[in-house]
């Protein structure tokens, strides 16, 4: 078990500084948009027109594609060797590049009827719309290399090896970055800009892709190796999958309502919570997906040989490691919450008002962050076990329940009320996750976990003291100042961090060791 546990948290530290590189490259990303396309007809047919594609890649791509692929592509691994398995996965990407390219091609031809349906106030304006309809064209074929990349990146998991996959969207966002600069360079028209931006989307695509093919290789794996467009495995693949596209599905549902509702509330609500979202995200994406991702593969191997107790172990340190990190992050955020908002957005029309409205949604987003995080390995073990229905059940019970807080907390919280209700949905569907697993599996050893999450939540909270009295004297009254604000944010963060850690060695969680490990090797690889 000593040798699952370090798998995974070497994994997960590649899966999390990978993501960690790739929200930074975001963030910068938008800023450069921002500063070439303000909010304007070319930045509104842009984000209208990559959000199709980026719709499927969410539905069809990342994640419904791996969590269905991993746990049958285990099995055969495990169960009848690499050779079976490799037939499977080379057939697996020939149909699935055959249904991607019918895809992309439908939605080329079709891209005026899909921007009608998407953006029908575009209608009233022949420029933004034909403009819009151009670019879903160039862009749509980004659908095809994303969903390649998505199955690379299972087989590649199962396989060990993490980087190449979770170093991907960086290369997303380079490619983008430097399109626009590099259109820049040779012209002043915007629409020239826009359209090298959407060409830097498929070379970002591409670029994602070919990054995997050499590690591909490495591991004995040739992506057009000679195999049979069907096989019989394809068929669990498929079984799996759909329930997996539902969830997804229902998540977007789950946004869609949300922001429904925010529209329901005074001017700048939506924009409230998208922005506290963002910066809820960073620390989900970095530490919570990165250890799913990690140990999907581990616990596929478990339950593909039917060893339930190593299974029932992996499960148990991956929720302590996610507690671990999740629980001070959120008492970090909570605390240092304005000051990061202020920090990252305000400047220009994002003004002190707007931060103070914007740390409100993050504070009640916050307060759910814990149960957002174990979700994520609570529904991984589920995928693990090759059931996708359980899952997308009690999503689906989270959302009829987030619509009901949402509509009872909206009044009297205003749009903090529908970040709450968020919160609360979700602690509810890791609730009912949770006896659905235990009737699965029996005994998960939760009495052990509720003493180490005690502990670690009480480490979090001393730390949180150590964190609130210097952001008292550090950060009042520096909100304006960006260069101070900077300085104050950092020294509050590191303190953080080194009380908590010294609070987590008195109290002998052994996770810090696992983490110290990882950052041990780390350096010395430097």
């Not at 798998?7 to 500084?17: E, F, P, T």
């Not at 990342?62 to 099995?75: D, K, M, N, R, W």
């Not at 933004?128 to 969903?147: A, C, D, H, Q, S």
């Not at 919570?288 to 191997?301: G, Q």
């Amino acid at each position: 078990m000593s040798s699952e546990k370090s798998k995974v948290v070497r994994a997960a530290g590649v899966v999390g500084a990978a993501t960690f590189l790739s929200r930074i490259l975001g963030y910068i990303r938008d800023m450069v948009m921002a500063s070439f396309f303000g909010a304007g007809l070319y930045s509104d047919a842009f984000i209208a027109a990559f959000r199709i594609p980026n719709l499927l890649r969410r539905l069809f791509g990342e994640g419904s594609l791996s969590i269905a692929f991993v746990p049958v592509f285990t099995e055969y691994l495990t169960n009848q060797g690499e050779k079976e398995a490799f037939q499977m996965a080379g057939s697996a990407i020939k149909l699935l590049a055959a249904i991607l390219t019918i895809t992309a091609i439908c939605g080329i031809i079709l891209s005026p009827l899909i921007v009608r349906v998407i953006a029908p106030g575009f209608l009233d304006s022949t420029d933004k719309f034909e403009i819009t309809v151009i670019l879903t064209r160039i862009m749509f074929p980004y659908i095809i290399f994303i969903g390649l990349v998505a199955l690379a990146m299972g087989i590649l998991n199962v396989l060990g090896h993490f980087a190449a996959p979770a170093l991907a969207p960086v290369f997303l966002n380079l490619a983008m970055i430097g399109s626009i600069y590099g259109v820049a360079l040779v012209s002043d028209s915007q629409r020239n800009r826009v359209l090298g931006l959407a060409f830097g989307v498929l070379l970002g695509g591409a670029l994602q892709l070919g990054l995997q093919l050499p590690f591909l290789r490495k591991k004995g794996f040739k992506i057009w190796q000679k195999s049979k467009i069907w096989h019989k495995g394809l068929t669990r693949i498929g079984r799996l999958m759909l329930p997996a596209i539902f969830g997804a599905a229902v998540y977007q549902i789950n946004v869609l309502v949300g922001t429904l509702l925010a529209s329901l509330l005074p001017e700048g609500s939506v924009s409230y919570l998208y922005y506290a979202d963002r910066l809820v995200q960073f620390p989900l994406g970095i530490f919570a997906i990165a250890t799913a991702t990690a140990v999907l593969p581990t616990l596929s191997r478990q339950a593909a040989a039917k060893d339930y107790d190593e299974l029932k172990l992996s499960f148990g340190y991956a929720m302590r490691l996610v507690l671990f990190i999740t629980l001070p992050s959120m008492v970090g955020l909570i605390i240092l919450r304005v000051p990061i908002v202020a920090l990252l957005f305000k400047r220009g029309a994002f003004d002190a008002e707007t931060v103070r409205l914007t740390a409100i949604a993050l504070f009640y987003y916050g307060i759910g962050l814990w149960a957002f995080a174990t979700v994520r390995i609570v529904v991984a073990t589920f995928y693990a076990l090759q059931d996708t229905k359980t899952p997308v059940k009690t999503a689906t019970i989270s959302i009829i329940i987030n619509i009901i807080f949402g509509i009872l907390l909206m009044k009297p919280l205003g749009h903090g009320g529908l970040a709450l209700a968020t919160s609360l949905a979700s602690a509810v569907n890791l609730a009912l996750l949770v006896i659905m697993l235990r009737k699965k599996l029996g005994a998960l050893g939760w009495r052990d976990l509720a003493i180490f999450a005690i502990k670690a939540a009480i480490c979090s909270l001393c730390m949180g003291a150590v964190v609130y009295g210097l952001s008292f004297y550090l950060l009042q009254g520096m909100i304006t100042g960006i260069t101070k604000l900077l300085f104050g944010l950092f020294i509050c963060i590191l303190a953080g961090i080194i009380s908590y850690g010294i609070f987590a060695y008195f109290f002998r969680l052994q996770e810090l060791n696992s983490i110290l490990e990882l950052a041990g090797k780390g350096f010395n690889r430097k």
